[in-house]
């Protein structure tokens, strides 16, 4: 059996994702580095999400911030962990 391996895909650069966030696109953000990075950040944005996922070194996720928008006219988030 072949362990399964956790990569990056569709890597994109900066302005790229900021096309998408202004088009409404949904995209992931890493952070850190694309082979070992720290957390992520998931950007839903027709459902109003926000999530972070915080990695360990195994590349598990061990928490999770979701953040969502208050109401269509609202930047302002609301959130919960887990």
Do not use: W
Request: with cysteine; proline share 5%; glycine share 8%.
């Amino acid at each position: 059996m072949v362990p399964f391996k956790k990569i990056a895909i569709e890597i994109m650069d900066e302005v790229t994702a900021k096309k998408r966030h202004i088009s409404g696109e949904p995209y992931v953000a890493l952070i850190g580095s694309t082979s070992t990075p720290l957390c992520f950040i998931e950007v839903i944005p027709n459902k109003g999400m926000i999530g972070v996922g915080f990695l360990d070194q195994q590349q598990r996720e061990y928490l999770t911030y979701q953040f969502q928008k208050k109401d269509r006219q609202s930047n302002i988030l609301k959130y919960g962990h887990t």
